[in-house]
């Protein structure tokens, strides 16, 4: 019933202008990125033969697209989380998912999963961006998989606060506004630890990232991250029970 739901909050989505012109959108800029990075590369190739351990293609073209993807993403994604519950409290539809015989926690998983599916697929054509290299040079593995491992963790963790938020109103707007608010407050979370050694760094969303981006799979950063998408999305589930036994 999860992927029932799944394939039909999917489906609706790209029913919609509005996720074609966001994945248009995201993919115009990353294209931008990845080509002008490849193009500085280019400028420079000579140069890197003099230096010893010189950065490679994927350090210089590669992982910058990634992290301009997480701050885009940042601002992104409350777009597309906003409608997941809000919209069917809109339309007065939230009545009749409660009363089929699925539970909050399919609902809520289903959407969910329907999310991190799209987001896959954003995730997918950086992915497919990259390997387009290998037709002119050589690529860091190891560095290019943690890197899309920890992007697909990072907004993943977006998509389960994006829909827990959803769950609290009734106004789409308003869930993609206050999403991106609490988005922009771990921005400025991650802005203001500069110090190593600031406990801020343990609620830091970017700063986890940024082991990832480093070619750094940590056991705390995935542990992390596991534990906020679980803790919203239990969240999420609790919501909407709370509502069910309320009707």
Not at 12 to 30: E, H, I, K, R, Y
Not at 59 to 75: C, H, K, R, W
Not at 119 to 141: E, P, Y
Request: hydrophobic fraction near 60%; glycine fraction near 6%; aromatic fraction near 8%.
């Amino acid at each position: 019933m999860i992927f029932t739901i799944a394939g039909k909050e999917l489906r609706s989505m790209f029913a919609s202008p509005l996720a074609w012109a966001v994945l248009g959108f995201l993919q115009l800029v990353f294209a931008w990125i990845f080509l002008s990075r490849v193009d500085y590369f280019l400028t420079i190739q000579g140069q890197l033969g003099r230096v010893p351990n010189a950065p490679g293609l994927t350090e210089i073209a590669v992982v910058p697209v990634f992290g301009i993807a997480s701050i885009v993403l940042l601002m992104s994604v409350p777009l597309l989380t906003m409608r997941l519950i809000a919209e069917e409290r809109r339309n007065q539809t939230i009545a009749l998912l409660m009363s089929a015989p699925v539970s909050m926690t399919e609902i809520v998983l289903g959407k969910f999963v329907a999310m991190i599916g799209f987001l896959a697929l954003v995730n997918g054509l950086i992915l497919l961006m990259a390997l387009s290299l290998l037709a002119g040079g050589k690529l860091d593995f190891g560095l290019l998989a943690a890197n899309v491992i920890g992007l697909m963790l990072l907004t993943a963790s977006f998509a389960a606060i994006g829909l827990f938020v959803s769950c609290l109103t009734s106004h789409p707007v308003v869930a993609a506004v206050l999403t991106l608010a609490v988005f922009l407050g771990l921005w400025i979370v991650n802005i203001a630890t500069s110090d190593p050694q600031s406990p801020l760094n343990l609620v830091s969303l970017l700063k986890h990232f940024e082991s990832f981006m480093n070619g750094a799979v940590a056991v705390t950063d995935l542990v992390y991250f596991a534990l906020l998408i679980v803790a919203f999305v239990v969240l999420s589930i609790r919501r909407l029970d709370a509502d069910r036994l309320r009707a």
